[in-house]
């Protein structure tokens, strides 16, 4: 799996973006898509995943102002992020990988080109 990703940039706190993750090749060993975040110094944490039949999953942070979606026809992930805090700050990563049945996002080793989002306070 190849991805790609698209967006980011810099936004005033309470701003808005958009991120996109455009996806090709094989398919076979992942059901789900996810964005990471990595800020400087911290580890990269998952933001939101969805599986391939459009379940998500969410970090508490982001619930209610980030949306996953994605469009299986056009093999894309994208995530809307609204009310943006200071806090958001970081290099965004899409990723390809496994949602378990338990809910719990596994990423496998498809990783797109980070792109980074600042927010200003």
């Known amino acids: 799996v190849q991805l790609q990703a698209y967006g980011g940039g810099l936004v005033q706190a309470g701003g808005s973006l958009r991120l996109s993750c455009a996806a090709s090749?094989?398919?076979?060993?992942?059901?789900?898509m996810g964005w990471f975040r990595q800020a400087p110094g911290k580890q990269r944490e998952l933001v939101a995943g969805i599986t391939n039949i459009g379940g998500t999953l969410y970090r508490d942070s982001v619930k209610g102002r980030f949306t996953i979606s994605r469009d299986n026809a056009k093999n894309t992930v994208s995530l809307q992020m609204n009310s943006l805090k200071p806090e958001d700050t970081a290099v965004y990563y899409c990723n390809a990988g496994i949602m378990a049945p338990s809910g719990t996002y596994i990423p496998g080793n498809y990783w797109g080109q980070g792109t980074e989002i600042t927010v200003s306070s």
């Open positions: 090749g094989s398919f076979s060993s992942v059901n789900a």
